[in-house]
């Protein structure tokens, strides 16, 4: 369409009203002046319904001697129902003298650029909607509206398909009657389905230009013609992998073929659309996926949590802020959820933890968690640092695991294993009566011979203060002797709990190997030692490791009961095993063990004895595992049995444990 | 250690590996004025028998190297006129049988009645084995 041209005079009478004018304003030049103008043909403001107001109209504007510029004007009459979008300019018309003499406007349709402008911007509207996470159902009516804008008489759907890709989940027609949404929601699709059924099932566009003779539509002609529908074109929806997610499909009351705008129209339809169901289906599954890890961790008792320790803030799974005691709503920081860890352990936790940071590692910390109210959990912290692409620490993420149901049975076997222990070492003691006869009796005839001389000293009046001082230091050093005799007697036997200390083995072993020595001499045997002098300490109880040692070495000697005397003969060896290990080695040269399960003597009931102590070599395993050691049993070489201990020897870098 | 006095010219040998022991039975027989020679290795005591008359030795029959029946079985070779006095600490009866079965002049368990020791050192000291 050309430009449209129309000119008046200073008196409104118009000059000039050229063809496209006429089309433009659906009439020709009539007699009406500007007060009747904007009724007369059709000129709104750009809101389409105000109409044009008579000193603002660029021909009387032009007319009074002023230049219009591209002013929009909105032009419907009832031969244009759909509306004109015009831009107008105008300029005033002067006589050779520059009087004033009417003026021109020169009005330009612009109908389609402003529909562009507007179907672009109805598309972002829907595209914003998809990226603001706007529920799918609104999206796709709000899609559905915008393709129907486009066209006088269309009609469109959007049906969304079942995970299943069998059945139709949703359907968004707006612009149908609700009885067609109701049929197509459920309903199976397949090769003779309508248009969107067939078009699903087999992936491509269906036209149907005629619903009632189309055999497409056999299932569905009382629905079509309930509805008034006559074409129907359907286009499938695709995901990027391929998938079929939907049917977008356009409606017409007469039986025609799509046009190419309409076609076009579709296009883009089936596009937004596709974006906006697939965005959904994927937010579905991370739904589902959080949905199942929530459920694995709290079936798990696990409570998840990210700190941010640039920030001091931090994040905590409702299982985790239960665990915690934080009520729901409190603002979280890492402070925070470290003031919970019990005192004691605060410091040694905190620093863990900072150094997973500072080397971007994963760090793992089993310690108690002081509540309100005093109460308290033992849990076990697992997390990992997580670093930008500039190395920078961006959060640590991890778990918590409530542990104190296992923490409590776990105290409850220690003691049950502390009871066993300390029945074995009363046990030990009765094994041990010479030994400790012989180390007590030593001391006490000291003692009884020293006050014996120096009471005769006196009665002979032949004492002088040097000799009697000396008799009585040597007396007081006695008492001293016997009473640490008592004191390891009593140690052996006291329930107390053993501190671990550094120990050097060697020497636990020659003391131990001179304590028993009446009762090995007592049983006509031999103990004897190689000891490496290269042998690393270790970390252990005095009390526990000596235990061990008697109790191996008694069921050496026991196991050698039956031999002759001078092959009654027990070795204690160490070594140490690349400065890592200590390992201890008994051994003897009885009848050995059996073959096929040398380790079963470590278990409760087996006893190759008829005498013995039963539970020892138990108690002596479970000793070595609480020290973080190992134990075999093994038969020697010629003969004999050989029981190996090995104990981790304390490295110069102790790693930080936290269990109390 | 020195002798502190002189019973007849006659010494005492003690040996016992342990030296608290050893030194309360040397002020306990000092103290009945007998002349006393201790010897806390058993090793030293042989060497000193072999080479000099030993007329009483008291012997604790526990000892760490050689075993104090050792020391009895050993002494009876060298010295056989030595009196020999057993004291023990032990109350394994096994063992007390062999100590006996060498033929002691007397058999102590400690802690011993300080009385009944000296007078048994005494008599030993006046006695001559035959």
Known sequence: ?660 | MSDPGEVKGKEVCVVDDDLSVLKSMYYLLASAGLKVRTFNRPEDFLAHAGTHHVQVAVVDIWMDRITGLEVLARLCAISPKTHVIVVTASEDLAAHATAKAIGPFAFFMKPFDDEKFISAVRVALKQNRK
């Open chain 1, 1 to 660: 369409m050309g430009d449209a041209v129309v000119v008046a005079d200073k008196e409104e009478n118009f000059l000039v009203f050229n063809p496209a004018a006429e089309r433009m304003f659906g009439a020709g030049p009539t007699e009406a002046k500007s007060r009747e103008w904007s009724r007369r043909y059709g000129l709104y403001l750009p809101d389409k319904v105000t109409p044009f107001p008579r000193d603002q109209l660029p021909l009387t504007r032009s007319i009074r001697g002023e230049e219009v510029n591209d002013i929009e004007m909105f032009v419907r009459r009832e031969s244009t129902p759909k509306g004109i979008w015009t831009r107008v300019n105008g300029r005033p018309l002067r006589g050779p003298t520059g009087e004033l003499l009417g003026g021109v406007i020169v009005c330009r349709d612009i109908s389609q650029a402003r529909e562009e402008e507007f179907f672009r911007a109805g598309q972002s509207r829907v595209l914003e909607m998809i990226a603001a996470d706007a529920p799918l159902a609104d999206v796709l009516s709000n899609l559905v509206l915008l393709m129907e804008s486009q066209a006088e008489g269309l009609r469109c759907s959007i049906l969304l398909l079942n995970r299943d890709g069998k059945h139709v989940r949703h359907c968004t027609a707006p612009g149908l009657p609700e009885v067609f949404q109701r049929a197509m929601e459920g309903s199976e699709i397949g090769p003779r389905k309508g248009s969107c059924g067939t078009a699903m099932y087999t992936r491509r566009p269906v036209v149907v230009t005629d619903v009632m003779t189309n055999s497409l539509w056999a299932d569905y002609r009382e629905l079509a013609r309930v509805c008034e529908l006559s074409a129907c074109w359907s286009t499938p929806i695709l995901s990027a992998q391929g998938d079929v997610l939907g049917s977008f499909a356009m409606y017409r009351q007469e039986k025609r073929d799509p046009r190419p705008e309409e076609t076009r129209l579709a296009q883009i339809a089936t596009h937004i659309a596709g974006i906006a169901i697939e965005r959904q289906r994927q937010q579905e599954i991370l739904r589902e996926r959080d949905a199942r890890i929530s459920l694995a961790a709290e079936s798990a008792n696990l409570a998840f949590w990210i700190m941010y320790p640039g920030q001091n803030t931090a994040w905590m799974s409702e299982k985790g802020r239960l665990l915690y005691s934080f009520d729901p709503r409190l603002p979280l920081t890492c402070d925070l959820i470290l003031s919970r860890v019990h005192p004691d352990e605060r410091t040694a936790v905190k620093a863990a933890y900072d150094r997973a940071c500072a080397l971007s590692g994963t760090f793992e910390s089993e310690h108690r968690l002081l509540l309100p109210f005093g109460k308290t959990r033992w849990v076990i912290m697992r997390g990992r640092c997580l670093k930008d692409e500039k190395g920078h620490l961006l959060e640590t993420i991890g778990v918590t695991l409530d542990v104190s149901a296992q923490r409590q049975a776990d105290l409850r076997l220690q003691h049950q294993r502390e009871e066993m222990a300390h029945r074995n070492r009363v046990s030990l003691m009765g094994e041990m009566t010479a030994s400790f006869a012989h180390e007590l009796t030593q001391p006490l005839t000291a003692l009884a011979n020293n006050a014996s001389a120096a009471r005769r000293f006196f009665e002979h009046g032949s004492i002088d203060v040097a000799l009697l001082q000396q008799l009585l230091e040597e007396m007081v050093a006695d008492s001293q002797r016997a009473g640490n005799v008592i004191h390891g007697i009593r140690s052996l036997v006291r329930k107390e709990r053993s501190v671990r200390t550094p120990l050097n083995l060697n020497a636990v072993i020659t003391d131990t190997v001179r304590l028993v020595r009446p009762d090995v001499l007592s049983r006509e045997s031999v103990v004897t030692t190689e000891l490496d002098s290269q042998l690393p300490q270790v970390c252990a109880a005095l009390v526990e490791i000596r235990q061990v040692l008697l109790n191996l070495i008694i069921n050496a000697l026991d196991a050698m009961e039956k031999l002759p005397p001078r092959e009654r003969h027990v070795i204690i060896s160490t070594r140490s095993d690349q400065g890592d290990v200590a390992e201890v080695s008994v051994r003897d040269f009885g009848t050995g063990l059996p073959n096929d399960q040398p380790d079963k003597i470590f278990d409760h009931f087996f006893s190759t004895k008829q005498k013995g102590m039963g539970m020892g070599l138990t108690i002596v395993r479970s000793i070595v595992e609480a020290h973080g050691g190992t134990i075999v049993a093994e038969n020697a070489p010629e003969r004999g049995a050989r029981i190996v201990v090995r104990l981790p020897a304390i490295r110069e870098e102790t790693h930080a444990t936290m269990v109390a």
